[in-house]
């Protein structure tokens, strides 16, 4: 896949590795881009608002809507016992109810569902629910749910070699406990579905989703209709990062449910506090470690359990759990190895999917075991790092046995520590600390290594649809979902390559079910991996029918057939694509294409721990420095310097906003986003006042970011470019290192400093280190 | 003429698209946003939060100028009625652009950065850029950051944004507004009332007094009357809380309200003056105020938003008030029966109950300068640097006489029910010797001072700490040796 034509002297408009703006960039500015509560209301639609759950874990005694139903405006009123299908949207493990049945676990949990004239009626019918509750007991913690052993899925364990007998001989031992938070989406746009009845009963959804094929099988399913009934669209989303994998089949469920029954279109859109109050968000995680390793900090022996929240249901914490594990070696060799996971059941929202999925959680926690070693040893925890890297030909095989082929941290990280100035910076800082007594610096380098493909192979897979029309413009459609990630520009890059024509000859348009069935989320960075190199198929398609109709034609051999500036030569003969697009279509060629693609060489086993579940890895780097109060705890990031291998980029525009995008957010996770929960599990930081992500002020001042220069994927990935949309967002462990980097300047100890280090966290972390409290 | 004579069935008339737009029959507590996205289908500004925190609704206002042109201000549509739209210029991020398609120079310059992602946020961006642009077209890094407070992005890591905002002047020098803005005076001039507002749908009476008469006039004649000043807060009890309110008093109209002027010695703060329009002046006291009324919340919500209200209001971690109680502010409360004027001390009285009588609001605030010799300090701590609610908030003020602590007022925010001086830690400082031993007492002395908050924003353990800390720290720079602060814009 990597013949593309060489013709960079002159290329086409938006080829592949233009940095070309976002195809919607102008209309994403002028407010002219359409989301899904913009899209032209029909006449008589309905507007859903649901009643909650007040109670963190209660029987449902009984339900009565009499008044409700009775209410101005209010058109229909349901619950869990007016669900004609299945009431179950489990993605991985049957029993996920959208309205809750018999029972609520926890609080926000959707039980009625009420269709009105306005949003407002709906809302206010609300409080005429009647719903009778016996309250049980809540388990609220990862704590309280592993001391019960409650868990949503069978814990799993990943082991190489003999981890008790490593660590019972290792020269030192080291253990710890460490926190880590979770993380609320927090896309500008909630979640929202526009359900419209269509003719023989069948329903056409806009549903703000990064999976369309998966909300038409859940609405089909709990409508009790089959998949070809339910046509789901998406054009873009404004946002998603995972929480519109797996959460949006159920609002999308609940407006055709309406729809269906009371045959009006039906939208349900949801408020902040009511969207962040429901969906599920990132696990937080509780991770007990016991290391043991050398006088250079080597790590020899690992025994390690990740316990995650998973909430009330599983959804897809299993495969979350499993990414945990599968990053809790990072870019570090482990001999002798056990890593155990922990779906852990509580009675909270249903944690899902949240850019990197897993993998950041076990990514830090392994980075915690090395920096706490480093701090045990007295050495710059870089140096430990280093000696921990995978081998190129040794030391290069993971704790699921899959073979490390590709690794470039070792130049990398060198390269980064050049550019970054690290040694000389980490000599000034030491310097500064000495003499500043209040304020104290901090300097962390931190590397990392994520596997691109789904676990679950055979998601692996995607489709796209190419026509050609007779003036030459080219329809594009794919699987994939744009949520502003810049995917639909990629491929659209991808395409104008193959075909060289340029990039605005070719229409984007909306992710379709009818057009492209049974995709894969948009998820787990592969979009471009996946769709681009459909999509390149089918291009090469065309352009394969159109070679041949050329040489036909024009009696030439085919091989004097050549694309090139929205022309095609042939021998002597040059005519715009355009004409020849026309002339095929007058011989019949056929101008419409699909490509299919599937990943090559993966496979798990997921039963034994084993197999090669990534087919390649991305890798990254990041330095960060931040200045403390030691009084207050206040902190800033005062520089970053961010080094990050794409491969070989389609569009390094658009690849640096992904890698800024997803540090800032990964810094976000670290430092300022606390989900914070009252006694009774009622989740109190549910809207911006309260839950607080990055703002611009929050983005160092000096920020420095680059692509590996030269890079291409070691695979054959489309264009030899890498995954880009997950990874960057662990360069931010580099944030939560420095920090307690300056703790440990401050404490002059090694500190404890759970995730999200808030300033009330680093002050207290100072306060307790000093104190001489227990340290990891 | 009273207002109570009139019709109730004034139209709202604001500009919009060049041209007066009136609304009748649409309920006063109906906010921009939603008018715009409901009643206009007019969906370029869009809801992230529906409570002034994401700015993806933001709009601006545009309003004649003194200087002939027009101010133009950022604003949050989410959580602004649409009574308060009379007599002013709505713009969206529809308007910006040519009718040619070309684009604004802050559009061009997003498009030009990469600005976008998933799009979402950025029309609300676009706006706050179009109000800085007006007010400044090579901005400095810190006043980009300041304006964009209020706009919360999560795709771009802001980089490119900020980019944007700083090459934006690059493009051209004047847009259609300028080369309008007579147009628009004209029209404006056309829209202005001689009396106040009185406008009723959906069963809320709503009036704009034009006069304190006026006012007192229609709250003797409805005692019940809600009212809403810059309705930051206002705005969410009826977006979060979905309260209904039957009637409504409106002071933004009401120019005696919003002046802002010196009484001889005293800044005097009318009740209804914006934060915006209050800044300068608080500045002027002391440049910590500066740094700390720009962490207090965002432009969007400062251009709305009221001191009056912010003490009204007597939430126990507003950032009014600490700073206020230590400047030795007082308050004056007006009502038909006349004025009264009481220590800001004494008017927060319990959780959210003040000294306001029915009837009576709060006319003005007066805050004296501080004394010669007087060490003062205002800080602000809270999870996130910038538009963030203050876990802690604390203002110093002490007089020191020949080395000898002669009076102290320490203001603190989240440390109890109400915004409360610490007696007893001003007691352990007046009358010693400015000293570190001293400084310790007044530290241990916070204990009895305070049973601080414990919720999300913070510990009672981290406030009670960082209180302490912070007249540590205010020691510390009295002795002027160490560097003590970090901030955001670092």
Not at chain 2, 228 to 239: E, I, Y
Not at chain 2, 427 to 446: E, F, K, R
């Amino acid at each position: 896949m990597d013949d593309a034509p060489d013709l960079r002297a002159h290329p086409v408009r938006g080829a592949v590795g233009a940095a070309a703006a976002h195809d919607s960039a102008h209309k994403h500015v002028a407010g002219a881009a359409i989301y899904v509560d913009d899209i032209p209301e029909p006449p008589d639609l309905l507007h859903v608002w649901c009643v909650m759950s007040p109670h963190a874990h209660a029987r449902i005694r009984s339900i009565d809507l009499a008044d409700v139903r009775s209410a101005p405006g209010v058109i229909d009123a349901v619950s869990a016992a007016d669900i004609p299908g299945k009431n179950d949207i489990g993605p991985m493990v049957a029993g996920e109810p959208i309205l809750a049945e018999g029972i609520v676990e926890y609080v926000g949990q959707p039980v009625v569902a009420i269709a009105a004239t306005s949003i407002k009626a709906a809302r206010t019918a609300g409080a005429l629910a009647r719903v009778e509750y016996d309250v049980q007991p809540a388990v609220l913690t990862v704590d309280d749910a592993l001391a019960q052993g409650l868990f949503v899925a069978p814990p799993v364990e990943f082991k190489r070699g003999d981890a008790a007998a490593a660590l019972a001989r290792a020269p030192n031992r080291l253990s710890g406990t460490f926190r880590i938070g979770g993380q609320d989406h927090f896309y500008l746009e909630g979640q929202v579905a526009l359900a419209i009845p269509q003719e023989d009963g069948d329903l056409l959804i806009h549903s703000s989703t990064q999976h369309p094929s998966e909300v038409q099988k859940m609405v089909a399913k709990v409508l009790g209709l089959a998949a070809n009934a339910v046509t789901v669209e998406v054009r873009r989303m404004g946002g998603g990062f995972g929480g519109k994998e797996t959460q949006p089949a159920m609002f999308a469920a609940i407006a055709a449910l309406l729809a269906q029954r009371t045959r009006r279109p039906v939208k349900l859109r949801l408020d902040r506090d009511d969207d962040m109050m429901i969906t599920g968000k990132r696990h937080d995680f509780v991770v007990r470690w016991q290391a043991g390793f050398d006088g250079e900090g080597r790590i020899t022996a690992l025994d390690m359990d990740l316990a995650a929240r998973a909430g009330h249901v599983a959804d897809l914490s299993p495969a979350i759990v499993d990414r945990a594990l599968f990053h809790a070696d990072n870019c570090y060799y482990i001999p002798d190895v056990r890593l155990r996971g922990f779906a852990c059941k509580t009675h909270t929202q249903s944690n899902t999917a949240f850019r990197g999925f897993g993998g950041p959680q076990g990514m830090i926690a392994i980075e915690e075991v090395v920096d706490a070693i480093a701090r045990r040893l007295g050495r710059d925890p870089l140096a430990v790092r280093r000696v921990n890297f995978y081998g190129t030909t040794d030391r290069n095989v993971t704790p699921y046995h899959m073979v490390v082929e590709d690794n470039i941290v070792h130049g990398l990280v060198d390269e980064l520590e050049r550019w970054a100035d690290y040694q000389e910076r980490r000599r000034a800082i030491d310097a500064f600390n000495r003499t500043s007594p209040i304020l104290k610096k901090g300097l962390a380098l931190t590397p990392l290594k994520f596997g691109i493909s789904f676990t679950a192979t055979f998601y692996n897979q995607a489709g796209a649809l190419l026509h050609v029309y007779t003036d030459g413009s080219v329809h594009l459609n794919h699987g994939g979902t744009e949520m502003g990630q810049g995917l639909f520009m990629k491929v659209a890059q991808i395409v104008a390559e193959e075909l060289q024509i340029d990039v605005d000859r070719i229409k984007i348009s909306a992710t379709n079910t009818g057009k492209v069935p049974n995709t894969s989320a948009t998820a787990a960075s592969a979009g471009t991996d996946l769709n681009g190199a459909a999509a390149q198929i089918a291009a090469r398609t065309i352009r394969g029918r159109l070679a041949d109709f050329a040489a036909a034609h024009f009696a030439v051999p085919r091989e004097a057939v050549r694309f090139r500036r929205n022309e095609v030569e042939a021998g002597a003969n040059v005519v715009p694509f355009a004409t020849l697009a026309a002339l095929a279509y007058r011989a019949r060629v056929q101008l419409s294409a699909t490509g299919f693609y599937k990943t090559p060489k993966i496979h798990w086993d997921r039963d034994n721990a084993r197999g090669r579940p990534f087919l390649y890895f991305a890798y990254g780097a990041a330095v960060a420095e931040v200045l403390v109060d030691t009084l207050t705890g206040e902190y800033k990031v005062t520089r970053a310097d961010l080094l990050h291998d794409v491969g070989h980029s389609i569009n390094p525009a658009i690849d640096r906003g992904q890698v800024e995008g997803g540090f800032i957010q990964g810094m976000g996770w670290l430092t300022t986003e606390e989900l914070w929960f009252d006694a009774k599990g009622r989740l109190a930081t549910h809207a911006p006042s309260t839950y607080k992500i990055p703002v611009a002020s929050d983005l160092p001042r000096d920020f420095r970011v680059r692509l590996l220069e030269g890079a291409r994927n070691a695979e054959d990935t489309v264009h030899r470019s890498k995954a880009v949309g997950e990874p960057p967002l662990m360069l931010a462990n580099a944030v939560f290192f420095a920090l307690k980097d300056a703790v440990a300047a401050a404490a002059g100890a090694a500190p404890s400093l759970a995730a999200p280090a808030t300033p009330e966290r680093v002050l207290l972390a100072i306060e307790d280190a000093r104190g001489g409290a227990a340290t990891p | 003429m009273s207002s109570e004579g009139r019709s109730l069935n004034d139209p709202i008339r604001f500009a919009l698209d060049g041209a007066m737009h009136e609304i009748t029959g649409v309920a006063p507590t109906t906010t921009v946003l939603e008018y715009l996205r409901g009643e206009l289908r007019r969906c370029g500004t869009k809801e992230g939060c529906a409570e002034g925190d994401c700015g993806a609704c933001t709009v601006v206002l545009a309003e004649p100028a003194p200087d002939g042109g027009l101010t133009y201000r950022a604003v949050n549509s989410c959580i602004q009625f649409v009574p308060t739209l009379d007599g002013r210029a709505l713009i969206t991020v529809e308007n910006l652009a040519a009718p040619d398609g070309t684009l604004h120079p802050v559009q061009q310059a997003m498009v030009d950065c990469h600005g976008s992602q998933c799009g979402f946020c950025t029309p609300g961006f676009v706006m706050s850029l179009f109000a800085l642009w007006h007010a400044d077209k090579h901005p400095s890094r810190n006043a980009v950051e300041e304006a964009l407070a209020g706009n919360l992005c999560r795709c771009t890591g802001y980089r490119p944004i900020l980019d944007a905002a700083l090459a934006m002047g690059k493009g051209a020098a004047a847009d259609r507004f300028d080369t309008d803005a007579a147009t628009l005076r004209t029209l404006l001039g056309r829209l202005a009332r001689d009396t106040g507002l009185s406008y009723a749908a959906g069963g809320t009476r709503f009036w704009s007094p034009h006069s304190k008469a006026e006012l007192f006039t229609i709250l003797a004649a409805h005692p019940d009357a809600a009212i809403l000043a810059g309705g930051t807060d206002f705005g969410l009890w009826v977006t979060k809380q979905h309260r209904r309110f039957d009637k409504i008093v409106w002071l933004g109209r009401l120019a005696e309200l919003q002046q802002v002027a010196r009484d001889g010695d005293v800044l005097s703060i009318g009740g209804a003056a914006s934060w915006t329009a209050a800044l300068p002046h608080l500045a002027a006291l002391h440049p910590d105020l500066d740094a700390y009324f720009k962490r207090f919340a965002s432009v969007q919500i400062r251009n709305a938003g009221t001191v009056g209200g912010n003490v009204a209001n007597a939430s126990p971690i507003g950032d009014g008030p600490p700073v206020l109680l230590a400047l030795g502010a007082a308050v004056v409360l007006e009502g038909a029966a006349g004025a009264r004027t009481l220590d800001l001390a004494d008017f927060f009285q319990a959780y959210r109950r003040t000294a306001l009588r029915p009837g009576e609001i709060v006319a003005a605030i007066r805050v004296p300068p501080l004394p010669p010799g007087t060490r003062f300090a205002a800080y602000k701590l809270s999870k996130r640097f910038d538009q963030d609610i203050s876990t802690l908030a604390a203002a110093f003020a002490v007089s020191i006489d020949d080395g000898r602590v002669a009076a102290a007022k320490l203001g603190f925010g989240g440390m109890a029910a109400i915004p409360q001086r610490a007696a007893a830690a001003e007691a352990a400082l007046t009358g010693q010797p400015w000293s570190l031993a001293t400084v310790q007492t007044a530290m241990a002395a916070l204990d009895r001072d305070f049973r601080p908050l414990d919720d999300l924003r913070g510990s009672a353990r981290y406030r009670m700490a960082a209180a302490r800390n912070l007249l540590l720290r205010f020691w510390h720079e009295s002795q002027g040796n160490v560097a003590t602060r970090v901030t955001a814009h670092g």
